[in-house]
């Protein structure tokens, strides 16, 4: 094997296990730390690597990028390997043109995903893309931080057809704009300016300008032979025919592991097909022990990943089997051999049909569907073989092939040992149980014959709806076919196959609706006859596993009905292109309405963003470079002292039963497994087990709160052995109450399960009014001047998993003779992790040093919930007196560490019709929140939720009360917002409501009752103070007419009443988010800047980097301070012996308490320096300075501190109203003022619906924020963004499902069904809009904070949702023009494919609802899908 250019040592090769991934060895064998473990599912892409091979026949590389977390390590054996590492390196400066352009656009923030996009736009680059290319192809990464549109533009900057993208807020594509030269667009005169001001750095973030190709040359400047780079870099010794290498590549390999507790296996690489029958025939004899074939270990990697499956034998066919890895056509066959990869079907099935069309209508659907299966790195190496032995019943391609009447060839060896038998099997006759199909032991897949369909009147369609459009698994996945013949002035129906997914254990025919096809006339009436029997024969239980009955019920009927429309469009094209007299055929000119647009691969990405003037400087991220060659270092990264040890968590597996005891006895034989510490260990350390209301490993006898609440710990000299170790743990439990564990909103509010501390009631106004409202009867018809109209309802927002892609990772390393801990961890709170270590292990604080020097993403989630991993490390750390490295997997992550909060509210609200309008009146409303089994930061979260129910209205009557729910799932915690969002939302909701009862369009309803500069919000607070502006309804009103909204509405219900089954929906969506920590003694940060005698800074503050750019902006405030250069001013990481008693990083509060610490900080030593300053003159440099005060004994270095004043961070909500409280003073304003200032921002966005599937796409998306004068535009814009796209995942796609009463299908109640990337979907590359415009206020100052500068990383999330409400606006368009007046619909969130489509109440959705609820048509119209919660 070679890796980046280098032979790996055979002795380092021979170590490879055969259940090794090819990432464990580079990380662990080779110490190549730039890949990344996101997931080990495949599903993240941050362990991207390039397989590069050599074909002797081409001559020609070909090169594949490929998921290192599951490809087999031995599987890369006579491949060249390319890592992160072998691209580029900050050391000399040399990064690849990939990496520049990573860096110059601000492609990474926190660099956890970075090596594995570089790696995988390499690839790309590698095989010469162009820009269609890399939109096709970028399906396999996931980033959370930076809503992709910097990626996506550092991909395209290299392509020679960048230039034809670019395109303005208009949406026109520069290059073709006819005004090109004159525009004054904001993006064209940056552009303009940019060509003059190159030296200016101001302007380097100009990411979409016209001269894209001056971007392209300045990025290769100094590689004119990048492209090269691949080639250059590949061993000569393969290409060599002659060397050794090479030769040895044609023969077969065998590898034996004896390692008895991998419980790997050996490995075959044979390279003929007889060598591999064989294999299977000796093996697969009674006495032969068995084998497991694998090609691209998609399945077999997962199924020992995470079903911990040892196989004794791995078969890997090696490629030098030619004719199983081919395709080829003849005239009435196209044969795929068993183990081709889809994406070479896929590339030769576009070659084939452009090379001769009669194989187009054939191959196309095969293409069209894989262009949607799994992502490119999978598609690379999993073979169609593979997806057909598995037998999935969501597989795509089963269904397709079955529709195609696909044969599948079956071969064995013969007694003889020498000749092949084969037997051909159909595919829709293969599949026989749940993941059983009709293949015999010993025998092998050899190929795939699919029958080339008719030239005429043959059509064959895939359909696939799935979560997320992009690399997802199907929820319902089909292939239909049909052949018509002419006959009688008739298209007589002569052929049907209807294959159905995701509806049976198996793949299955829809062979009744079929019969109903055959034999009948091609029209519309036969077409409602077979659905009608379709929806018979696809019939599924309500409480069916996978659940979704009613959505999957209804997209099979929906499938067949785009399947007729396309095939009318089909026949058509196919009758008008028969040359000659066409007579014979019937007329086909049906009345048709609209065709639904069927998904296909969309443009996308941001074409532009403008730039706004601004003071600060767009200096790109400090760790820019670091993060994008692979260098930047990780807990998981760092060189682990020796003698660490790994360790794995055992995890309670059912709950509300008491935990009697952990049997340990197997768990201590497993091999490498030095020691299992639980509760007892604790106490044996005389440390605390409790922690507040939790406690770090559950104590014996107490009952178990949640699956997956943390039980003890167990270490191993290896992770495997570690994971082994903690599955052998028999873990006993004891009696179980009879009580149901409430695991849902509803049954913590049936069983009265509520967190006191965490209620919250806030009142304004007249309480006479508030009181009737709850008692008033809803009105909402015919109302006219002077009505009270008046609504309740209810709404619900879901959780949402953070979803970082570093998971909680801590080095424990205990010294001193274990009387001292250091901690290496990825924290957002090192202070209080520090704090929880030091009384868990019984250490005092002052010998507890915790450290993070970076984290891949944090969002909240590692704000507190990484302390009990913190602290688990550390107590076994400190009882076995080795370093300890816990880093936990994805899916423990997910189960363990809690989410964002999902809320239930209850609401009345009212509003007075007005002359020109309806003025709100009143509003109460209840928020419950999920808070999960432990209090943790629920009760700030609620009161947040209560402090921004208003979002930006005028309520002059409110109530708001707010209660977090105890209930069994893990501990919910803080997320970006912070209950926040979900306050806001519930608001949204309610205005969406009263709009539609007061029968005015929604915007003007919320413009006529937007907060002005005049008000006070019911806490309190003045909305404008002296030097606190409010900038919303200006805002609002500047997007409104600069975007003409007005037009915009037009063309939007233009479009509407021409498209039946596509609709589009439009919103424009205001926030305000406070600004400070709710805890008042939260408000305060330290800093400890040094300067040195060479005049640079080193500068350590409280606060972490998560990716959000903080230690950039920070560093940019001292560089300004000492009138420095920004790389004069270095921050190493962040360290609680350099700065006490830190705050967590949170509330987006960091930049204001930090910069304005390290001001402090640095100002001391400036004034300690003023002296010299006046003696060296105005032209002394800083180190001249520094020299001559050091050599005065001055010190250099200085502490700062910053509180804001009490004023402005305190908020006490039941503090009694004084008696003297002047009357001129606003409502509750005594109680305290709980925020500094409010962000604010409004978005505006466009999308189109796909009625009949529930599919939605983002046309575009614009945004203005108001981030005062920002420090950093680049990386303010980087926020909004990635925070833009958080809540567009959480409010649309991002769904959590636990088991409770409506999900009895996903394992035992309160287990987490979402743990990992493969059921759970956080917004993918192309799920970027279309046209994607973020602008920040300009001329908007703060003075109140540092540099006048506003907190940004919180505030722009909410403006996310905007894409919810332009759907709900979509789907309220096609219920309008169904049911012929706007009424009221709960929409919740998040607004999914399911939720869509079942909200759309077509004549189709309520009639299978109805059948499915027994007939019970009004509860149909009213019907919810089960969906989260
Ligand atoms: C992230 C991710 C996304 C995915 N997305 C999709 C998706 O969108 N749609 C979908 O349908 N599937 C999807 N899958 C499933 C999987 O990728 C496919 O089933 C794939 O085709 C399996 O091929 P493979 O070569 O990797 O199989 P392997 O894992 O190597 O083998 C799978 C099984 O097939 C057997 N096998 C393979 N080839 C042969 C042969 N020639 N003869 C006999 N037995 C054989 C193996 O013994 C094994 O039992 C996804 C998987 C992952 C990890
Ligand atoms: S770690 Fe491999 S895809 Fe996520
Ligand atoms: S920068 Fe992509 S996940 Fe953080």
Redesign the pocket.
């Known amino acids: 094997m070679y890796v980046n250019g280098n032979r790996v040592p055979d002795d380092i090769t021979e170590k490879a296990r055969s259940n090794q991934t090819l990432l464990s060895f580079l990380r662990d064998g080779l110490n190549l730390k730039g890949s990344k473990l996101g997931c080990a599912?495949?599903?993240c892409g941050a362990c991207t690597v390039m397989i590069s091979k050599y074909d002797v026949e081409s001559g020609e590389l070909k090169h594949i990028a490929v998921n290192a977390c599951?490809m087999p390590a031995l599987a890369a054996d006579g491949c060249h390997v390319t890592t992160i590492e072998g691209i580029g390196s900050v050391k000399d400066d040399n990064l690849h043109p990939i990496q520049k352009a990573m860096v110059e656009m601000h492609g990474s923030q926190c660099g956890f995903c970075t090596p594995g996009i570089v790696v995988a736009i390499y690839s790309l680059y590698a095989n010469n893309c162009n820009t269609k290319a890399i939109e096709e192809h970028m399906d396999g990464n996931l980033c959370r931080c930076t809503g992709y549109r910097p990626i996506w533009d550092a991909a395209r900057s290299l392509c020679d057809d960048a230039e034809e993208l670019v395109r303005g807020p208009c949406g026109t594509s520069c290059r073709e704009c006819p005004e090109r030269d004159i525009c004054e667009q904001d993006c064209n005169v940056e552009d303009k300016e940019k060509v003059t001001a190159d030296e200016d750095e101001q302007k380097v973030i100009v990411t979409s300008s016209k001269d894209k190709m001056a971007m392209k040359k300045s990025l290769i400047a100094s590689s004119p032979d990048w492209a090269d780079h691949p080639k250059k870099l590949f061993p000569s010794d393969i290409i060599d025919a002659s060397s050794a290498d090479s030769l040895a590549l044609k023969k077969p390999l065998m590898v034996v592991d004896n390692a008895e507790f991998h419980g790997a296996g050996t490995w075959f690489k044979p390279t003929t097909l007889v060598g591999l029958l064989k294999l299977l025939k000796e093996f697969g004899n009674p006495v032969g022990g068995g084998y497991?074939?694998?090609?691209?270990?998609?399945?077999?990697?997962?199924e020992t990943r995470f079903k911990h499956s040892v196989y004794p034998r791995l078969i890997y066919p090696g490629d030098s089997v030619e004719s199983?890895f081919q395709v080829s056509a003849s005239t009435n066959k196209i044969v795929f051999g068993?183990?081709t990869p889809?994406s070479f079907i896929q590339h030769e099935a576009e070659r084939l049909s452009k090379n001769d069309p009669i194989f187009t209508r054939t191959l196309m659907p095969i293409h069209d569907m894989l262009r949607?299966?799994?992502?490119t790195q999978?598609r690379n190496?999993?073979?169609?073989?593979?997806?057909l032995?598995?037998a999935?019943p969501?597989?795509?391609?089963n269904p397709m092939l079955a529709s195609m009447g696909a044969n599948l060839v079956l071969s064995k060896l013969g007694e003889d040992d020498r000749t092949i038998v084969s037997r051909t099997v159909l595919v829709s006759d293969f599949f026989l149980r749940y993941r059983t199909v009709d293949?015999q032991t010993s025998e092998?897949?050899?190929r795939i014959e699919v029958p080339v369909l008719a030239k005429v009147f043959e059509y064959v369609k895939p359909f696939k709806q799935a979560r997320r459009r992009e690399?997802?698994?199907?929820i319902v996945t089909s292939g239909m076919r049909i052949k018509l013949v002419p006959k009688d002035g008739k298209f007589i129906i002569e052929h049907a196959a209807l294959a159905f997914g995701g509806m049976a254990p198996k793949t299955v025919m829809a062979v009744k609706t079929a019969k109903v096809l055959i034999g009948s006339e091609f029209n519309r009436e036969t077409f409602a006859k077979a659905s009608e029997c379709l929806m018979e024969e696809m019939k599924l239980p309500e409480k069916v596993p996978g659940g979704q009955a009613a959505f999957r019920m209804t997209l099979t009927n929906s499938f067949l009905y785009k399947f007729f429309l396309s095939v009318v469009v089909e026949l058509k094209d196919d009758v008008e292109g028969i040359e000659g007299n066409h007579s014979a055929f019937p007329d086909i000119s049906l009345p048709l309405p609209s065709i639904p647009i069927v998904d296909e691969a969309e443009l996308s990405g941001a074409k532009t963003f403008i730039t706004p003037d601004s003071v600060g400087k767009p200096f790109t991220h400090q760790s820019g470079p670091l993060h994008c060659t692979g260098e930047a270092t990780y807990i998981d990264d760092i060189n682990a002292p020796s003698g660490t040890l790994h360790a794995s968590l055992i995890l309670a597996r059912e709950c509300g039963v008491i935990f009697d005891k952990f049997e340990t006895e197997r768990a201590l034989k497993t091999p490498g497994v030095v020691g299992i510490y639980g509760s007892d260990t604790i106490s044996l350390l005389k440390g605390e087990n409790r922690q507040g209301d939790e406690s770090v490993f559950l104590p014996i006898g107490e009952t178990i709160g949640h699956i997956g609440q943390v039980l003890g710990i167990v270490v191993g000299e290896s992770l495997e052995s570690a994971e082994m170790g903690a599955r052998a743990v028999a873990i006993k439990y004891g009696t179980s109450s009879n009580e149901k564990v409430p695991v849902s909103i509803e049954d913590a509010i049936a069983s009265k399960s509520f967190y006191e501390s965490t209620r919250y009631d806030l009142t304004r106004g007249d309480l006479s009014a508030l009181q009737s409202l709850k008692e008033l009867e809803d009105t909402t018809s015919d109302t006219k001047v002077g009505d009270l109209v008046k609504i309740s309802g209810t709404f619900r927002s879901g959780a949402q998993e953070h979803f970082y892609l570093e998971t909680m990772s801590t080095l424990a390393v205990p010294t001193e003779g274990d009387t001292n801990l250091t901690i290496f961890a990825s924290t957002q709170a090192a202070s209080h992790t520090q704090e929880y270590i030091a009384s868990a292990t019984g250490t005092p604080m002052s010998k507890v040093v915790v450290r993070t020097k970076r984290m891949g993403g944090g969002f909240g989630g590692k704000e507190t919930r990484n302390c009990f991993v913190s602290a688990s490390a550390a107590v076994a750390a400190k009882a076995i007196s080795r370093p300890v490295l816990l880093t936990l997997p994805r899916d423990v992550d997910m189960l363990t560490t809690g989410h964002r909060h999902c809320f239930l509210s209850k609401y009345h609200a009212s509003a007075r019709m007005t002359e020109d309008g309806a003025k709100l009146e009143s509003m109460q409303i209840d928020l419950y929140a999920n808070g999960g089994w432990g209090v943790d930061l629920s009760g700030p979260i609620v009161s947040r939720a209560c402090l921004h129910v208003d979002g930006v209205y005028n309520f002059p009557n409110i109530q708001v009360e707010g209660v977090a729910c105890k209930t069994a799932q893990a501990p919910h915690t803080a997320f970006r917002g912070f209950g926040g969002p979900q306050g806001i939302a519930a608001c949204e909701h309610v205005m969406d409501h009263l709009a539609v009862a007061c029968k005015i369009p929604k915007e003007s309803f919320r413009r006529y009752n937007m907060y002005d500069e005049s008000n006070t919000t019911h806490f309190g607070m003045a909305l404008s103070q002296s030097n606190r502006k409010w900038h919303v309804p200006s805002i609002w009103d500047r997007m409104t007419s600069e975007l003409n909204l007005s037009q915009r509405r037009q063309d939007i219900d233009e479009f509407n009443a021409k498209n039946k089954w596509v609709k589009r929906g439009a919103a424009l969506t205001p926030t305000k988010f406070g600004i400070a920590f709710g805890a008042h003694f939260m408000n305060q940060g330290g800093a400890l800047v040094h300067l040195y005698t060479d005049g640079t800074v080193l500068v350590t503050h409280g606060g972490t980097e998560m990716g959000q750019g903080l230690h950039t902006k920070v560093c940019q405030v001292a560089a300004q301070a000492f009138g420095i250069s920004v790389e004069q001013v270095y921050i190493n990481d962040t360290s609680t012996d350099k700065v006490a008693n830190q705050i967590a990083t949170a509330a987006s509060m960091s930049t204001d308490l930090y910069g304005m610490c390290t001001l402090d900080a640095c100002r001391q030593i400036l004034a300690r320096l003023k002296p010299y300053r006046e003696k060296c003159g105005s032209e002394a440099s800083l180190k001249d300075l520094a020299h001559a005060a050091f050599f005065d004994r001055v010190d250099l270095s200085a502490h700062g501190f910053y509180a804001p004043d009490k004023s402005m961070c305190h908020f006490d909500v039941n503090k009694p109203k004084p008696d003297n409280y002047p009357d001129d003073k606003p409502e509750n304003s005594w109680k305290g003022q709980p925020f500094n200032y409010f962000t604010q921002g409004v978005a505006y966005s466009e999308v189109e619906i796909d009625v009949l599937t529930g599919n939605h796409r983002t046309l575009r998306a614009d945004v203005v924020v108001d981030v005062g004068s920002s420090i950093n535009p680049a990386i303010d814009i980087g926020q909004i963004e990635g925070a833009f796209f958080q809540g567009m995942g959480w409010s649309t796609i991002e769904e959590i499902v636990y088991s409770d009463d409506d999900h009895t299908w996903c394992g035992k109640r309160s287990n987490l069904f979402t743990q990992g990337p493969?059921t759970y979907k956080i917004p993918a590359f192309n799920d970027q809009p279309e046209i994607f415009n973020v602008s920040l206020l300009e001329d908007a100052e703060n003075p109140i904070a540092v540099h006048s500068s506003k907190a940004v990383g919180e505030p722009p999330f909410f403006l996310g949702t905007t894409v919810f409400y332009a759907i709900k606006d979509a789907v309220s368009s096609f219920r309008k023009k169904a049911s012929g007046r706007e009424s009221y619909f709960e929409f919740r969130m998040p607004g999914t494919s399911e939720r869509i489509r079942m909200q759309c109440n077509d004549e189709l959705g309520i009639k299978v609802k109805t059948a499915m609820l027994g007939g019970d048509e009004k509860a149909a119209g009213s019907y919810q899908p089960s969906g989260s919660y």
Not at 471 to 474: A, F
């Open positions: 599912e495949g599903g599951l497991k074939i694998v090609v691209g270990n998609t399945e077999v990697g997962i199983i068993g183990c889809l949607w299966f799994a992502s999978i190496v999993a073979c169609l073989g593979g997806n032995v598995t999935s969501i597989s795509d391609m293949i092998f897949l050899e690399d997802d698994i199907s493969g």
